[in-house]
């Protein structure tokens, strides 16, 4: 924590009091896998309406053979009520390999470590539907190549400029071509170069509020690409403000984009 002679910008003692709490706690959280729960009561999030996770189980229970690409912890997958007889997810983090891992071998999946770079480690037409929620980045040629003919890639984005009020704040205004990356229009015309039949393509902005600096904090911690190399110690001057803003004028509001895709190899 600062030095008392520290120009930061907190309006008394138990402010500074309190950022220092907050932010020590936030910083202290473990931070592996994707289980968000601990911004229960400190951060809010509107959900899209397709209900993801929902349609997600709906089309594994009907499958024979599913891959899901950068699984993270493998919460989202092990939630599902039926798994298909021959279930795989990769992920490359070792911390979220572990955690899935665990929760994933008791119900019949397999994890295997990947580094999410071109060639996925499994053969053509492997799957018949191959799911990914949040990835990183989305290789569409190998999701060809591995899907069987008639099966179905069904995947959850993050869109252009996602919280980008929150990015922002630390890091200044974005170029142009860094607030449309992820535009779904790209991801389209991806799929398609790819061999594959858009099936549904859906996008919404959604309202993102941040309670307190710690939510701040274990967000940025957590999300590494938001601003990359985030921490504390390098940002306090920036986090302090924000603590000064929220105590003054509330939750700190931004947008987080979305975007549904599902798109088919032909038969």
Do not use: C
């Not at 896998?33 to 509107?46: C, H, K, N, P, V």
């Not at 499958?63 to 493998?74: H, I, M, N, P, S």
């Not at 580094?115 to 492997?126: K, M, Q, R, T, V």
């Amino acid at each position: 924590m600062p030095e008392e002679s520290t120009p930061l910008p907190f309006s008394s003692a138990a402010s500074r009091d309190r950022f220092e709490a907050l932010v020590a706690e936030a910083a202290a959280v473990p931070v592996e896998g994707w289980d968000f729960s601990w911004l229960d009561g400190r951060a809010t999030e509107q959900r899209p309406s397709w209900g993801y996770a929902r349609a997600m189980a709906d089309r594994l229970g009907r499958a024979r053979a599913a891959l899901d690409l950068q699984t993270g912890g493998g919460e989202v997958l092990a939630a599902a009520p039926k798994l298909p007889p021959v279930t795989v997810a990769t992920e490359a983090w070792p911390p979220n390999i572990a955690r899935a891992t665990a929760l994933l071998h008791p119900l019949g999946a397999v994890v295997v470590a990947d580094e999410d770079e071109p060639p996925l480690p499994f053969g053509d037409a492997a799957f018949d539907l191959v799911v990914s929620r949040h990835p990183v980045t989305t290789w569409w040629a190998e999701i060809a190549r591995v899907l069987a003919p008639g099966g179905t890639y069904f995947s959850q984005q993050v869109g252009p400029a996602s919280v980008f009020e929150l990015v922002e704040f630390f890091l200044g205004p974005q170029p142009p071509e860094v607030r449309r990356a992820r535009d779904p229009e790209d991801a389209r015309a991806a799929a398609t170069a790819a061999g594959l039949e858009l099936v549904d393509l859906r996008a919404e902005s959604l309202r993102t509020e941040f309670f307190d600096i710690g939510a701040v904090v274990y967000f940025l911690r957590k999300v590494i690409w938001m601003v990359p190399g985030f921490t504390v110690e390098g940002y306090l001057p920036q986090l302090a403000a924000l603590h000064r803003r929220i105590e003054d004028e509330g939750p700190f509001l931004a947008h987080t984009t979305r975007f549904l895709i599902e798109a088919r190899k032909p038969g």
